[in-house]
């Protein structure tokens, strides 16, 4: 008998160092798992803002000489009334040799004036239905016609060259991204369509950014 408890008090034992030892396994397993979702997480999109500029400015605000004046662009009106039946936004990033520069403010609007510090143009003589307020690569797409209108249509109205080898005077190699994936179609073609995200890089290929869009634009 006293025997048998001995053997007895040994299974106890060794079930119980069983159980701490299971547990310190299912801890380091949840630790380790945390770890591998942290690492492998997706990062969070940065909030596009407006009146901020994404990337180096390196072109003049407007339109150049060659670009929309007031004339019609594309069959596109640069028109002074108020009145929209459609109004929805793209965003354009643009890279040479890796580094960002930024789409200027108020291509697409004729004398612009910059009101407030913000940096936001909301005011000129007219507005053709493709501009931007701002240096932020937002894109409005304001009109009366349904469109559709293309990244040809906007490169037109701010009188800068696109081709499938160069844009806005930079020549190269150039790399396309719609929707952070590659593009290889006619960028002249390329629709402009609501919270679409377009990447043009020149020189060498780029991780395409991707932005979380403010509530109501």
Not at 99 to 122: C, E, S, T, W, Y
Not at 177 to 199: A, F, N, Q
């Amino acid at each position: 008998m006293p025997k048998q408890q001995q053997r007895g008090g040994r299974r106890r034992q060794t079930a119980g160092s069983a159980g701490w030892i299971w547990g310190g396994v299912f801890a380091i397993a949840l630790v380790a798992l945390a770890l591998l979702a942290r690492v492998g997480a997706k990062p969070v999109a940065p909030l596009l803002q407006q009146g901020k500029a994404l990337g180096a400015n390196v072109f003049q605000p407007g339109d150049t000489a060659s670009g929309g004046q007031g004339q019609t662009v594309d069959q596109i009106s640069c028109d002074s009334g108020t009145r929209i039946n459609y109004h929805y936004h793209a965003h354009l990033s643009l890279f040479v040799n890796g580094r960002q520069i930024a789409l200027p403010m108020a291509i697409g609007i004729v004398q612009p004036q910059l009101k407030g510090a913000n940096g936001f143009v909301d005011a000129g003589r007219c507005f053709y239905w493709l501009h931007t307020h701002d240096a932020s690569g937002i894109i409005h797409i304001e009109s009366l016609a349904p469109g559709p209108y293309t990244l040809g249509d906007f490169f037109a109205i701010w009188g800068e060259p696109l081709s499938q080898h160069g844009f806005a005077g930079y020549r190269g190699k150039l790399y396309a991204y719609v929707g952070g994936k590659p593009y290889h179609g006619r960028l002249k073609s390329l629709t402009l369509t609501p919270h679409e995200e377009i990447t043009l890089a020149i020189g060498k290929p780029v991780q395409p950014p991707s932005y979380r869009w403010p509530a109501g634009l």
